[in-house]
């Protein structure tokens, strides 16, 4: 957990109740970059309200300019397939692409 994301998040102005409790969860889970990868599903479990709730409040904190999202993917035989989403909070050191 990185303090300074938290710090930061709890600073931010996200528009609604559900998108300011993604980005403290994010921030919970943010590294010393910023940067987290936690699966809908878990941010979904952690807020106690459905998936497509937690696609619609990134989507917002996207939007906001609060997160960045960068899709992930890992080999699968000889194809690749999506696993979690990078997200960026935008408080902090950003990775270069």
Request: glycine share 8%.
């Amino acid at each position: 957990m990185s303090f300074e994301a938290m710090k930061w998040a709890s600073g931010q102005q996200a528009g609604t109740s559900t998108n300011k409790l993604l980005l403290l969860l994010l921030a919970n889970y943010a590294d010393q970059d910023f940067s987290c990868f936690p699966s809908i599903r878990k941010l979904a479990e952690m807020a106690e309200c459905c998936e497509s709730t937690v696609r619609r409040s990134l989507k917002d904190l996207r939007g906001l300019g609060l997160i960045e999202i960068r899709e992930r993917y890992e080999a699968y035989g000889d194809k690749q397939r999506q696993t979690s989403n990078i997200y960026i909070l935008k408080g902090g050191c950003q990775i270069d692409t």
